[in-house]
């Protein structure tokens, strides 16, 4: 026999019945009356058409779940126990559900509690409503914490090429199954002006300038240039090679039009070495048409040493001990912008730096 003193969830009084639990519903002059086993609910007034609010919702929710486990179960006290709250506090709550229902969710007898006609009904739908609850949470806290949602990235060529920024890359894709990552191509420049536009989130760039106090960065290499020939090239039997080895050699060189800042660097550096290469053809693509060239005996050529990987067949790089110039690669991105996915990507690049990986 469910037995209790009414209960009132607006703070006002519903006459007392012997042997009874009786309800206020919340906002409106609606009693119910939970009588003796077998129970029976009968409405005393029509609830209001009032909305529910936050309260009552949340309240709600735990009445649907409290529901759930006493259905799943059949046992109010073996459901009491794993929910860790008192009996009478449990079958208080599923008699608050009745009451608004308007009619008994379970039959209670001494062998335990099933769930009536209407309870089956109930039951199913609270376990999916239940279910998309959890889920949203889920979701919720994914996005939070920067494990769910969108990202985009520019990378230049350079770094393309690089096994630490696409190794980073390629971590980040497999441990977070759950973000949308774009990867787009542009030079540094173009990610520059992209960065402020809100077009792309995060960029993989050379050479950065320490004058741009609005962009945060993280340095990923710094990528030296070294010098590519023919496998069977008179230079290539030594393990290292000096500017004077490098006097007579024709050269394959890119257009400073394409690689500005690298060119630029190098020159520099040959500039203060009194090296002056000479040039047997200067294309305007881009790296890997110089290797191909090179593969083919035009001449040898300064690269980047990332195209280690992407070496033709035949040709093999040496360094060359006066040049002691690299091209630094940074991962860049707005320091206002701390979107948390944005956020969890800078770690896990960080980390998968900080962890040396080289794929």
């Known amino acids: 026999m469910l037995v209790g003193p009414a209960v009132d969830m607006d703070g006002h009084g519903c006459p007392p019945t012997p042997s009874s639990y009786l309800v206020r519903s919340a906002g409106s002059g609606a009693c119910f009356s939970g009588v003796a ?5 009968r409405l005393a007034a029509a609830p209001s058409q009032n909305k529910m609010g936050p309260w009552e919702a949340v309240m709600s929710l735990r009445r649907f ?42 039959e209670r007898s001494t062998h335990g509690a099933k769930v009536t006609p209407v309870g089956r009904v109930m039951l199913d739908d609270a376990r999916r409503l239940l279910a998309q609850v959890d889920a949203t949470y889920d979701h919720a806290r994914r996005v939070a914490d920067g494990t769910t949602g969108q990202l985009t990235v520019s990378m230049i060529k350079l770094a393309v090429l690089s096994p630490l920024a696409t190794g980073a890359v390629a971590s980040y894709i497999a441990a977070r199954p759950r973000v949308d990552l774009q990867l787009i ?9 992209a960065l402020r536009n809100r077009k792309i989130d995060a ?14 960065y993280l340095p ?15 230079l290539a039997v030594h393990d290292s090679l000096t500017f004077d080895q490098l006097r007579d050699q024709a050269f394959v060189t890119v257009s400073m039009d394409q690689y500005f800042l690298g060119q630029a660097k190098l020159h520099a550096a040959f500039h203060a070495h009194g090296f002056k290469p000479r040039v047997a053809l200067e294309v305007g693509g881009d ?35 006066e040049l002691q110039v690299s091209l630094d690669v940074d991962l860049i991105w707005m320091r206002a912008n701390q979107d948390p996915v944005l956020m969890d990507f800078v770690r896990a690049t960080r980390d998968f730096i900080a962890r040396g990986e080289n794929p």
């Open 65 to 106: 779940r409290y529901f759930v486990a006493v259905a799943e179960r059949e046992s109010f006290s073996r459901a009491a126990a794993d929910l860790n709250i008192a009996q009478s506090a449990l079958s208080r709550h599923i008699a608050l559900l009745e009451a608004t229902v308007g009619a008994p969710l379970l």
């Open 185 to 193: 191509n542009m030079s540094s420049t173009e990610q520059l002006a």
């Open 203 to 216: 960029g993989f760039i050379i050479e950065r300038s320490s004058q741009l106090p609005e962009i945060d």
């Open 287 to 321: 790296v890997f048409l110089q290797l191909a060239l090179i593969a083919r005996g035009t001449g040898i050529g300064f690269v980047n040493e990332s195209v280690r990987n992407a070496l033709p067949n035949g040709v093999v790089m040496r360094p060359v001990s």
């Open 220 to 234: 990923i290499v710094s990528d030296r240039f070294i010098v590519v020939m023919r496998e069977d090239h008179p």
């Open 37 to 41: 086993d077998p129970v029976q609910y």
